[in-house]
């Protein structure tokens, strides 16, 4: 989506999947971040040039604002007993622009965005990309509140020492070595690919463990572990089992239902958010939108969780 030719407004008449490629849940297009009275912002990051595996994320942030179409006509979404924009104003500022075939101009440019969102006091929802994306995002972030504790979804740790300059399985290292975390505050949960635990940083709930424990009680350790530290949620997509969310660059059996992410997201209410980002989804590897429908509804969930603290 390029911002200059997707200006759309919330509009009753407009049928629902006149949505397609505008913006996400219909909300509002800013152009002027810093005098939006806008609670929360969503951007995009069409980036997909640090996938390790199969491109593709990319059209991640058209595919999930398309979705988002799906979930537009519910007032109150169930479970929830109030509406969404009773008490949340949410505005969507299009995609990063930056060019193509230099990484560190989405960096700069998506540092830019985010600087401006976080300094004027609103909280951000960042739909990828690949995970390396949630890099830039969360130096804004930290820069604004501190380090942040981490609230990580994936089946990969992406903290993954050497790799390339960008690179979507190593960001948590470098997020670790920029001082941008809580570390002892900070958890993994859905992990099932190997990683060095010798010195690992951060608590780990594998994928395994999570299913066995189930969500209340993955819950339970993650409100342990973040105390009350600003909380940042990172969700790959391929933190949910390939059932769930086929979609990706690098899916791994064996993952979290769509199920029991939403009520371990449904159940970080009251909990300091201040941002989320939903990465890795990849719309051509997708059967039937699944994984768009999923990463939708996952960030919508989040709004949800901050509304409910209002
Ligand atoms: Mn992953
Ligand atoms: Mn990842």
């Known amino acids: 989506m390029n911002p200059t030719d997707s200006v759309t407004t919330a509009n009753a008449d407009m049928p629902l999947y006149a949505n397609l490629g505008m913006t996400f849940m219909q909300c509002p297009y800013v152009t002027d971040i810093a005098n939006s009275k806008a609670d929360v912002i969503v951007a995009g990051v069409p980036f997909d040039m640090a996938t390790s595996g199969r491109p593709g994320a990319r059209f991640g942030p058209a595919g999930v ?5 799906n979930l537009i006509w519910e007032g109150a979404r169930w479970p929830w007993d109030f509406a969404l924009d009773e008490r949340l104003k949410i505005e969507d500022a299009g995609n990063v622009v930056f060019k193509h075939g230099e990484p560190q101009t989405m960096v700069d440019n998506l540092q830019a965005m ?6 004027s006091g609103k909280k951000t929802l960042v739909f990828g990309g690949d995970h390396f994306i949630a890099l830039p995002v969360i130096r804004e972030v930290a820069a604004q509140h501190g380090p942040v504790a981490l609230v990580h979804f994936d089946a990969h740790t992406d903290t993954y020492d050497g790799g390339s300059k960008y690179d979507h399985g190593t960001l948590f290292h470098h997020a670790v070595q920029e001082g941008l975390l809580h570390s002892d505050n900070s958890i993994q949960v859905g992990i099932r690919t190997a990683y ?3 010195g690992h940083p951060f608590e780990v709930i594998d994928a395994a463990e999570a299913n066995d424990l189930g969500w209340a009680g993955t819950l339970e350790r993650i409100k342990q572990r973040v105390g009350d530290k600003p909380v940042y949620i990172s969700f790959d997509i391929d933190g949910l089992d390939p059932a769930f969310a086929p979609g990706t660059g690098t899916p791994v059996i064996a993952g979290l239902t769509s199920d029991f992410a939403l009520k371990v997201i449904r159940g970080m209410q009251g909990l300091n958010l201040i941002g989320m980002d939903v990465v890795e989804v990849a ?28």
Request: proline fraction near 2%; aromatic fraction near 8%.
């Open 196 to 198: 060095e635990k010798e």
């Open 114 to 119: 985010i600087k401006a969102i976080v300094s």
């Open 283 to 310: 719309p051509a590897y997708d059967h039937a939108d699944i994984t768009s429908l999923a990463g939708a509804t996952l960030a919508l969930e989040f709004l949800y969780s901050l509304a409910a603290s209002k």
């Open 65 to 69: 604002r398309a979705a988002s179409a």
